[in-house]
């Protein structure tokens, strides 16, 4: 499969998204809770707690929507500021509790929009990023779809970062890429293969830890065997302190790029 | 001023880096015409007036050293990392040549200096992009370095202050680059853990990744008039929405408004504003 066929893979809309997930992995235990305390409820974001096996956990995942319905409330999940907000209170609320965080990240990209602008979209995501770093609990983002840039990364500064083997995770989109130095969005296809996006690419990099097998609806056993990994990365990371993990976690993202 | 002269000197974010509209004016030639009134105005009375149009205030760009030597006093400043310089890490296509053009053009390793200097006196470790070398985007190079600033400074209980200019994250180096977000968040978090003070100048244009990174996320958070400061450019926005943007959407003004920055200061003012604001905060001259 080339590149540009596992971002088209990817983006496809019989994948699975954050609440074929949640559900899957949380059960009856899920419930969600709304909104950012300061402006709104966005429906890109879907986050709340519930319990994996016997370890209570927040949940937050950016949510594409599972039919054509959907989608447009959940905006195809590109968050606006409030979104991201509202995840970073939840996470909040996670290490106050000592809960730890599981992140699914699935988008093209942060909302581009006028209100996006106006609410501070680069300071919601700065906010993010800054606050993620420090957090004094155990932090897990599983790309399962698309993961576009600024929009991903803001669920994304984690103790590990795990893909699905067919998900991408991209500073740019391919089309995006190609439009602005080759001036032909039709040459996405070799943008793709250049920004290195792909899970294997990005495992090769020493960006992310773990690449999984993509579960199908339905197959419990798989979601079993996912439910599993993450408790035991979970109870890993309980046994170590806040302060440590926020410093493991700064010194994972501090040698990328070291010179 | 119609809708399309406000978008169209400022559409160049996404790393087009061949811009050349609001270039910093180019010493030898003798008479710059202001890009905002046309007003054609000698370089020596630019270059003495902090490179501001003595007609409209329009604030012309700057590269990073001409800005340091703005704010700091004189002989003070004392570079940092120097040395580093850009690779092709990901073997992506064009970009040696694009690095060696950059380096030609601006006279720089990358698209930041830092280093240590004195304001009035009082040290402070300072951070300066300049649009010259890859529209400012933000590589590993540039993200280790702004991340070792800030670790000095919080090592040595120094403020920091950051002038911003950049198209955001340098795609060159694919997700590499998107990783200095985080790492310079990070180093941003331990500082400010530490608290001390960190001031961030935000100057036209600041945008993408450093806009949802360092560049919010100062204690206080100046812009210099008329910058454009986005997340998304003015043009993505407009494919993206279809519809055309408010006048004057994006500019510092703007934010002001919309509370997203503290203060938008003329140039002209800016030395004497930062020196206040570090003694506000109890930094102190040192000999
Ligand atoms: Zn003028």
């Known amino acids: 499969m080339s590149a540009y066929d596992n971002v088209l893979a990817a983006r496809s809309t019989k994948k699975l998204t954050s609440l074929d997930y949640i559900n899957a992995l949380f059960g009856d235990s899920f419930i969600e809770l709304h909104g950012d305390r300061n402006f709104a409820d966005d429906k890109a974001v879907v986050g709340g707690v519930g319990m994996l096996n016997d370890i209570p956990v927040t949940v937050i995942g950016l949510e594409k929507g599972r039919n054509t319905k959907e989608r447009m409330e959940r905006n195809f999940g590109a968050a606006h500021p409030e979104g991201y907000r509202k995840a970073l209170r939840l996470m909040k609320q996670a290490e106050k509790f000592h809960r730890p965080i599981l992140c699914f990240v699935d988008t093209s990209g942060a909302f581009c929009g006028i209100g996006a602008e106006e609410r501070g979209q680069g300071h919601a995501i700065a906010t993010n990023l800054m606050e993620m770093m420090a957090l004094k609990t155990p932090i897990l983002s599983v790309f399962i779809g698309e993961g576009g840039s600024g929009g991903a990364i803001a669920l994304a500064v984690a103790d590990e970062v795990w893909m699905m083997e067919n998900a991408v995770y991209s500073v740019i989109s391919p089309e995006g890429c190609a439009s602005i130095l080759w001036k032909d969005s039709s040459k996405a296809a070799e943008a793709a293969e250049c920004l290195k996006m792909t899970a294997k690419d990005l495992f090769n990099l020493g960006v992310i830890e773990r690449i999984l097998r993509e579960p199908t609806a339905g197959d419990q056993k798989m979601f079993e065997s996912m439910k599993l990994l993450i408790c035991r990365t979970f109870e890993k990371n309980l046994a170590v302190s806040g302060e440590e993990l926020a410093r493991l976690r700064y010194n994972r993202f501090r040698k990328i790029g070291q010179q | ?287």
Request: hydrophobic content about 35%.
């Open chain 2, 1 to 287: 001023m119609d809708l399309f002269t406000f978008i169209k000197p400022k559409n160049e974010l996404e790393q087009g880096d061949d811009t050349t509209v609001n270039k910093p004016y180019v010493p030898d030639e003798m008479w710059v015409k202001c890009p905002d009134c046309g007003t054609l105005l000698l370089t020596t009375d630019i270059e003495e007036n902090f490179h501001v149009c003595s007609k409209c205030n329009h604030h012309f760009r700057v590269g990073s050293r001409k800005r340091i030597d703005m704010v700091c006093d004189k002989d003070t400043f004392k570079e940092l990392d120097a040395d580093f310089v850009s690779k092709n890490i990901i073997d992506f296509p064009g970009y040696d040549e694009k690095l060696e053009s950059s380096k030609r053009r601006s006279g720089e390793k990358d698209s930041v200096v830092c280093g240590t200097c004195k304001i009035d006196g009082i040290e402070t470790v300072i951070i300066s992009m300049t649009a010259d070398f890859m529209m400012g985007s933000m590589g590993t190079v540039t993200g280790d370095k702004i991340t070792r600033a800030f670790e000095y400074a919080t090592e040595n209980g120094l403020p920091v202050i950051a002038f911003t200019v950049s198209g955001g994250a340098r795609m060159q180096e694919g997700i590499l680059s998107l990783m200095q977000m985080a790492k310079t968040s990070g180093a941003v978090k331990l500082h400010s853990d530490a608290g001390l003070l960190y001031i961030t100048v935000l100057t036209d244009p600041t945008s993408g990744g450093v806009t949802a990174s360092f560049a919010m996320e100062g204690d206080i958070i100046l812009a210099e008039p008329g910058a454009l400061i986005a997340f998304a450019g003015p043009r993505v926005i407009e494919q993206t929405i279809r519809q055309k943007l408010p006048k004057d959407f994006q500019t510092a003004e703007f934010l002001q408004e919309k509370g997203f920055v503290d203060k938008v200061i003329d140039r002209r003012y800016l030395k004497e504003t930062l020196s206040k604001l570090l003694k506000i905060h109890n930094y102190t001259e040192v000999q």
